[in-house]
T-cell receptor
């Protein structure tokens, strides 16, 4: 199966919270990452979490890590139209393995 | 501090030709990784260079090759281009092989 799996689509209303979920396979990953990609652009590092943490908060972003279930989530509070993009979860053990990406659509 | 820059931004090549893509790493970074992102998919790891040596390779054929230079910039070479090589090629640099990677804007390669 795939190393990293994500649901493909998420649609929310402006001002709501968005939660993007990810499952991964490699329990030895030191870091887990969230990247954002806007149309026609490269990947922008949003945040990352060290594998011995279970939560990290950075302004509107909250990352939750459940190592037992190998589940990672990204919560975006007060989602704005500018948050519309594709979000990738990735695990890193010298080579970074990405999910297929979740396309977040924010409706006014 | 400059970020990761890639050139060219767009490129059209004919099947069977060869192509070279270039990447300048972020200042202070000694590790460069290359990824292929096909339309609608996540990036796939091609290979990584650390201090001018290949430091890992994904599931790509030998016609995908690379170099890293003493200033830590890098090249990706693809020989005998196939139609399926059409993709966005992303370069990422990092302080070390296992730390967070910062991506360039990519080179969009179209093979016709």
């Amino acid at each position: 199966g795939e190393d990293v799996e994500q649901s493909l689509f998420l649609s929310v209303r402006e001002g709501d919270s968005s939660v993007i979920n990810c499952t991964y396979t490699d329990s030895s990953s030191t870091y887990l990452y969230w990247y954002k990609q806007e149309p026609g652009a490269g990947l922008q590092l949003l945040t990352y979490i060290f594998s011995n943490m279970d939560m990290k908060q950075d302004q509107r972003l909250t990352v939750l890590l459940n190592k037992k279930d190998k589940h990672l989530s990204l919560r975006i509070a007060d989602t704005q139209t500018g948050d519309s993009a594709i979000y990738f979860c990735a695990q890193n053990n010298n080579d970074m393995r990405f999910g297929a990406g979740t396309r977040l659509t924010v409706k006014p | 501090e400059t970020g990761v820059t890639q050139s060219p931004t767009h490129l059209i090549k004919t099947r069977g030709q060869q192509v070279t893509l270039r990447c300048s790493s972020q200042s202070g970074h000694n590790t460069v990784s290359w990824y292929q992102q096909a339309l609608g998919q996540g990036p796939q790891f091609i290979f990584q260079y650390y201090r001018e040596e290949e430091n890992g390779r994904g599931n790509f054929p030998p016609r995908f090759s690379g170099l890293q230079f003493p200033n830590y910039s890098s090249e990706l070479n693809v020989n005998a281009l196939e139609l399926d090589d059409s993709a966005l090629y992303l370069c990422a640099s990092s302080f070390s092989p296992s730390t967070e990677a910062f991506f360039g804007q990519g080179t969009r390669l179209t093979v016709v």
